[in-house]
C-alpha cells in the first residue's frame, strides 16, 4: 500500500514539475494545427506570419504560471505577529528565584593495565 502511494505521489510531482516542458511538446507536435486554427494571425497570408503559433504556446505558458501562483499555499499562509507580553500581563512582575544545582563529582580514572591518554609517552 506504501508503494502504491509513494508512485502516486511520485506522479503528482512529476507532473507538476514537468508541465511547462509537456505544454512545449504538445506545442511541436501539433503547431502546423495551432498555427492554422488557434493563431491570432490564422488570417493574415501564410507568408507574412511572424508568430507561427507561438502566441498560443506563450498563453498556455502564462496560464499554467497563473495556476501554479494560485495553488501554491504562500498567500494563504498568515503571519502572526503577536506581541510577546500580552497588554494585561504590562504591569505584572515576575520574580524568579535563583537556585544552584549539584551535580555528583566525576572522578577520571584509568582501568587497571591501561594508561590514560593524558599520561606521558613510555618511550619519549
Not at 500500500?1 to 507538476?16: A, D
Not at 495551432?34 to 493563431?39: M, V
Not at 507574412?48 to 497563473?66: D, F, N, P, S, Y
Not at 501554479?68 to 520574580?95: C, H, I, N
Amino acid at each position: 500500500m506504501q508503494r502504491l502511494w509513494s508512485g502516486v505521489w511520485l506522479m503528482v510531482v512529476l507532473t507538476t514539475t514537468m508541465a511547462p516542458s509537456l505544454a512545449l511538446l504538445h506545442f511541436h507536435l501539433h503547431r502546423t494545427y495551432i498555427e492554422r486554427e488557434l493563431c491570432v494571425q490564422r488570417a493574415v497570408a501564410a507568408d507574412m506570419r511572424t508568430c507561427h503559433g507561438e502566441c498560443h504556446l506563450a498563453k498556455q505558458l502564462k496560464a499554467l504560471e497563473q495556476e501554479s501562483q494560485e495553488s501554491f499555499p504562500g498567500p494563504r499562509l498568515e503571519l502572526r505577529t503577536d506581541p510577546a507580553v500580552q497588554p494585561a500581563m504590562r504591569g505584572a512582575r515576575v520574580y524568579l528565584q535563583a537556585f544552584s544545582i549539584c551535580y555528583p563529582r566525576i572522578e577520571p580514572s584509568t582501568a587497571e593495565g591501561f594508561t590514560s591518554s593524558l599520561d606521558p609517552v613510555p618511550w619519549a
